[in-house]
């Protein structure tokens, strides 16, 4: 999946951009309070993207 589809997805499920790192930009649910990295690469596989829903308490994206 393309990395900015995916970042799109995140907002809409009110995930918060909260900074960029060297390598990764790191995104924040407030409704859940946890938070998760997310690598900049142009493509991000589904098993990691399926992760990254996990560690934000979010629902899984489907493909």
């Given amino acids: 999946m393309k990395r900015k589809n995916f970042i799109n997805y995140l ?4 995930c918060i951009f909260v900074r960029e790192g060297a390598k990764h930009s790191v995104f924040f649910n407030p409704l859940t309070k946890r ?3 997310l ?6 596989n589904n098993f990691l993207a399926r ?8 629902k ?4």
Avoid at 11 to 14: D, L, P, S
Avoid at 39 to 44: G, K, T
Avoid at 51 to 58: A, E, N, S
Avoid at 60 to 63: D, G, H, S, T
């Fill in 60 to 63: 899984e994206i489907k493909k």
């Fill in 51 to 58: 992760k990254i829903c996990r560690d934000l308490g979010i």
């Fill in 11 to 14: 907002v809409n499920e009110n």
């Fill in 39 to 44: 690598p900049r690469h142009n493509e991000i």
């Fill in 35 to 37: 938070a998760s990295t």
